[in-house]
């Protein structure tokens, strides 16, 4: 994993919300010029800001004179922008015009405010919603490097410091800490914890067969490190030893231990190497293992007529036919369907 010598970050702050309550009384009693406010209201603060509302019985110059205006004014005079939203409305009204960010030049035609039951006793109120948005801004964080228990646990095990546990696979043997072995593993677990077990500390020996030491010692590096060795990420998988593909036989690992994130992770891997003389094989193999995707996969490299012909005549696919007529009727099927 990459590491950073610095971090900053990018913070999106939460938006402020209140309302504020405009009584205008003698309504019918202002009388001033076109274009100014007849009144101003008290100040109000949200957002950690000060605002009031401008009133304008009149209408401004610039919109039609038979409407009433309103409009938020911003009073402080802090150097920071606020950015800010009004809806006026009147009392229990849903709003006459969208949402302005300065304000409403035809918040209602005087006319209707005169005829409607929100006039009374020549009073009226004016609520007005506040939405200030709060700006990003950017602040300078200390670094937290990236998680390395993988790192300490890789060093446990090569350090057999602790361990208690033994494994013999063929002529080799692997030092190992039945704990970490019972948290990764619920196989591991029964067969560590589950029972009374031969011998205590490092003398408890468990015997693998079926299992070649480099594999295993591969699978037991993934169990500590939740990651492969760096030898066989390189390689490209490849056993040169037996000239097989290790993803096989880890696969086939974490499938008898079940470690699911391994087995996919093999899964994935031989689903790139599906080809002519390995096909009908890997069939098998999907069918043995639960493997649905690597099953998918050689189901697909099938479907070319040109690919089938030449996978009928290896002998991996005479041994299909021969071990396995069930999964040959399946694929016979899946190649039959006309999707």
Not at 110 to 127: G, H, K, N
Not at 130 to 144: A, I, M, S
Not at 264 to 274: A, G, S
Not at 282 to 308: G, S, T
Request: with cysteine; aromatic share 8%.
């Amino acid at each position: 994993m990459p590491t950073f010598d610095t971090a900053s970050a990018i913070v999106s702050a939460k938006s402020t919300i209140g309302r504020h309550l405009l009584h205008i009384e003698a309504y019918s009693a202002a009388e001033v010029y076109r274009g100014q406010p007849s009144s101003i209201s008290a100040s109000f603060s949200i957002g950690g800001r000060d605002w009031c509302i401008w009133y304008y019985p009149h209408g401004l110059p610039e919109g039609p004179s038979d409407y009433i205006s309103v409009f938020l004014v911003l009073e402080d005079d802090i150097p920071e922008p606020a950015d800010a939203e009004a809806t006026f409305h009147l009392l229990d009204l849903h709003p006459v015009h969208g949402l302005q960010k300065h304000g409403i030049l035809t918040f209602i035609r005087r006319e209707v405010l005169e005829a409607s039951e929100y006039l009374v006793d020549d009073c009226f109120m004016i609520r007005c919603d506040v939405t200030v948005k709060r700006r990003c801004y950017t602040e300078n964080r200390g670094h937290v490097p990236p998680s390395d228990l993988h790192r300490h646990l890789g060093d446990l095990l090569a350090s057999k410091e602790g361990a208690d546990v033994t494994f013999q696979v063929a002529a080799e043997t692997f030092s190992a800490h039945r704990s970490i072995l019972a948290a990764r593993s619920r196989v591991l677990k029964a067969k560590l914890l589950g029972r009374t077990t031969t011998g205590t500390g490092a003398c408890c020996v468990i015997r693998i067969s079926d299992m070649l030491p480099r594999v295993f010692e591969a699978f037991l590096h993934f169990v500590y490190t939740d990651s492969l060795p760096a030898e066989v990420m390189m390689t490209g998988w490849q056993d040169d030893e037996d000239d097989g593909s290790m993803a096989y036989h880890l696969l086939e690992a974490a499938d008898r231990y079940d470690m699911q994130r391994l087995k996919l992770i093999c899964e994935e891997k031989l689903c790139w190497q599906v080809e002519i003389n390995t096909a009908a094989t890997m069939l098998m193999f999907a069918q043995q293992h639960r493997c649905h995707r690597l099953r998918e996969a050689c189901v697909d490299f099938l479907r070319c007529p040109h690919a089938l012909n030449a996978v009928m005549a290896t002998e991996g696919f005479q041994h299909l036919v021969q071990s396995c007529p069930a999964l040959l009727k399946d694929l016979i099927s899946k190649l039959a369907r006309v999707d």
